[in-house]
């Protein structure tokens, strides 16, 4: 009998950032970053507290393909599947890229629809430790970069080419990036200025089955 599978309580403990202001600098100086966009959190803040026109990214994303400004077909498909930047993994954007590349280079559509027919969003749930107040240390599963991009099982794709493994604190390397808000609602889809809890595991893998079926 398969041994049962520790559930640990939810976190949006981030824990205080790696990034510094000298790494960010170095993105500007590469053209990886527009100047001025990208912000480095507080030295004390150790939970994600960005604006209403900031949106928390790793540093890892941006090698993985993760290029702003966003297609708007792309800001698309992460509101339909109610995901947000924060909660993938690097290798969503090394997925997500061929698509774009690919419906544009046959110039198609690169709707949701059309994801959702190749594409699939797979949640892989972690561990952190989390230390309290009174110095004892918690295992907890964080609300945020548990989420890949995969082909469909049933979809003809081409060779996967993503990293199996990246290192095990990209996720201390967080920082915030500004977004263009509507000028109507003032608003971007992909902001979230409260990380709360996520819903219940079985809604969030509903979310993340989300699929058009081909008329």
Known sequence: MAPKKTKFPPTTFFGQTKMTLAMLREMENQGILTPGLGRVPPEMDTYAKPREDKVVVFKDFFPAGLCFPLDPAVVDIFARYGVFLHHMTPNSFARVNPFMWLSKTCRLAPTTENFA???RVHYQPKSISVRGSDGISTEMEPQYGCYTSAFQHTAPSPVGASKNKWPGDRSSFWFYHKVPLASETKR??????????????RRLMWLASLRTKPS
């Open 117 to 119: 027919r190749v594409m």
């Open 188 to 201: 971007h889809p992909l902001v979230v200025q409260k990380l709360g809890i996520w819903a219940t595991p």
